[in-house]
């Protein structure tokens, strides 16, 4: 929103200018879309936040909470939000804690225990109770966390559903036993992804090249790792 990014521009530079007031008034806005971007200023402060966090419109409450200025108190309201949209946000602010992460992965709905599982702060026990959800998504982006360990990476190459494990066969913190192990996987679409991994060793990518699977044993040779005739 121009008005907003020229209005904080102004208020840098000129300290008789009321930001606090603006926002406060632009947040009595009758346009979401203005009151969206005005709680998502870099000059919302806690209480901004804590009055946005009453609006009718869940657009203006994500935009609340997934400003890094929210504080403790404003995470707190807002994981126990109507819409879980709201809850999902909090996950998303890098001043989500532990304690927001272990109600997000006991919440309702999958979507807010899925993004909980994907967190880049959450423990490893966030991601192993993600590995452990009934619903296949949440699993799938558990075994997507950036940040899995070893442990953890072979808790999801013995998912259940091939979608899991194909999601743990391209983690960058596969090692070379992880691959192994996934190359024997009984569904192509997880042997495929071992190979594409860019942990895999020049040998088992040559084991790859006795795939049943034809697709399988032509990706292996394009692995940057391939050493031998492509």
Do not use: C
Not at 68 to 94: F, G, M
Not at 150 to 159: P, R, Y
Request: hydrophobic residues 35%; charged residues 30%.
């Amino acid at each position: 929103m121009k008005r907003l990014d020229f209005l904080s521009e102004y208020a840098v530079n000129n300290r008789h200018y009321n930001v606090d007031k603006e926002i406060e008034s632009g947040l009595a806005h009758h346009d979401i879309d203005f009151r969206v971007n005005v709680i998502g200023s870099k000059f919302a402060k806690p209480h901004h936040i804590d009055k946005a966090l009453n609006d009718p419109s869940d657009y203006v409450r994500v935009s609340a909470i997934e400003n890094p200025n929210a504080s403790k108190e404003n995470l707190d309201r807002a994981i126990k939000d109507s819409h879980r949209y709201v809850r999902e946000a909090v996950v998303r602010n890098p001043n989500v804690s532990k304690e927001h992460l272990d109600a997000a992965l006991n919440d309702d709905e999958d979507v807010v225990r899925a993004a909980a599982a994907f967190s880049k702060s959450a423990s490893q026990e966030h991601i192993l109770k993600g590995l452990r959800d009934d619903k296949e998504w949440v699993r799938e982006h558990a075994a997507k966390n950036p940040n899995i360990s070893s442990e953890n990476l072979h808790v999801a190459l013995g998912d259940k559903s091939e979608y899991v494990r194909e999601a743990a066969a391209v983690s960058k913190n596969m090692t070379p036993e992880h691959i192994s192990k996934a190359l024997d996987d009984p569904h192509w679409t997880v042997r495929f992804a071992a190979v594409t991994n860019r942990n895999a060793t020049n040998e088992l990518l040559h084991k790859a090249l006795l795939d049943k699977e034809e697709t399988v044993r032509n990706v292996a040779r394009y692995n940057p790792n391939f050493r031998g005739k492509v």
